[in-house]
């Protein structure tokens, strides 16, 4: 009798787990702000291939979603609140003017952590992250020093911000790295993504002697001027060889998969404190895209050289002697801008023309 009690018994137990319910966690939500269109090929582009790549990694762990095209200023808290209310826990707005925005939804909503790409701001559930993107920029300069003919480089410049004024300045010191004479002259255009504004300006430079142009726009227009007039230029934030394969000498791109991959795992995990992270070719943030083979092989090989040195750490393109415009030293040889005042960037240095919008 007893042995049949216990098979009862046993049956009865397997029955019921086999007829309870099955609980699997909820996926995290996680959400993101766009400044531009995802089809912009450069900075917004490069964030949701970084988004896709995420979705990969982590499979049914997350669920994403994207809002594209989000006005930097007051309704860019209405989109932020909008995604919370949706269910997200973990919101990455990827442009520098959505700071004050984040920070205020960040203040109400404990539960939920952000992510704010290129800000300085912080709190207990609110961190930043930015690509050290001038360590391309510094690259890129060293291709533009050795190719130019005129001596006169270009750079169409987006809004007035420290980490664009960084990119104008770390492109100018590699091209004269190389070449003394350089001049970089600097249209801002006032948007991250404008092809009309951008194409304008790429013409005025180029009609002004500039004969190789950087940006620090989204779209390709630049580069598809630049092979129309038969000069040179850059990709930025993603490979644009495609839009321009003649013209397009390489281009600094920004890789986020791989934080956006370990800011999701840590959140999941439980473990996510708030930082301010920067990364750079050292740590796979920002990488270069192929070398067009119209350059010589001295300087690919100079190039290769610097690349190598920025990866392993021991160069730093803010690295004194630097000097402002007017040629007084900022920062003697051998003296390291401090990240501070790296982040706040406000100057132009020599070989720069022009002033810096107010």
């Known amino acids: 009798m007893m042995n049949r009690r216990k098979v009862l018994a046993a049956l009865a137990t397997a029955s019921a787990l086999a007829a309870a319910p099955s609980f699997a966690a909820d996926p995290l939500k996680v959400g993101f702000i766009y400044v531009g269109p995802v089809g912009d090929a450069g900075w917004t582009y490069a964030h949701d291939q970084a988004r896709l790549a995420l979705e990969k990694e982590l499979g049914g762990k997350v669920k994403t979603s994207y809002v594209e095209n989000v006005p930097e200023g007051a309704d860019a808290e209405r989109v932020i609140r909008k995604l919370v ?19 205020k939804v960040a203040r109400t909503t404990p539960g939920v952590t952000f992510m704010h790409a290129t800000g300085f701001k912080t709190g207990k559930n609110f961190g930043t992250y930015e690509s050290r993107l001038y360590e391309g920029a510094y690259l ?13 480089l270009g750079f169409i410049a987006s809004f007035p911000v420290p980490e664009v004024i960084r990119n104008i300045n770390a492109f100018t010191l590699g091209a004269q790295s190389v070449n003394p004479k350089i001049k970089t002259k600097v249209i801002w255009v006032n948007s991250w993504y404008d092809p009309a504004k951008e194409r304008q300006a790429a013409e005025t430079l180029v009609a002004q002697g500039a004969d190789v142009m950087a940006q620090n726009t989204d779209s390709p227009a630049t580069l598809q001027v630049a092979q129309e007039k038969g000069v040179y230029a850059f990709g930025w934030d993603s490979d644009m060889s495609k839009f321009a394969p003649k013209a397009h000498l390489t281009a600094a791109t920004n890789d986020w998969s791989g934080y956006y991959i370990n800011t999701a795992k840590a959140v999941l995990a439980g473990t996510w404190k708030t ?5 750079g070719l050292k740590e796979g943030m920002v990488k270069m895209s192929k070398v067009n083979p119209v350059v010589p092989a001295e300087t690919v090989k100079l190039f290769d050289e610097k690349k190598a040195a920025l990866t392993a750490g021991s160069f730093d393109p803010f690295t004194g002697p630097i000097k402002d415009q007017s040629g007084a030293v900022k920062y003697a040889a051998g003296v ?15 070989g720069v023309e022009g002033t810096i919008p107010k």
């Open 85 to 103: 209310a949706e269910g997200n826990k973990l919101i990455f707005t990827t442009s520098f003017g959505y700071m004050n925005a984040t920070e």
């Open 140 to 152: 890129n300069g060293i291709l533009a020093g050795k190719m130019t003919k005129s001596n006169t």
């Open 275 to 279: 930082e301010s992270y920067r990364g």
């Open 336 to 350: 390291k801008i401090p990240e501070k005042e790296l982040l706040g960037m406000n100057f132009y240095v020599q």
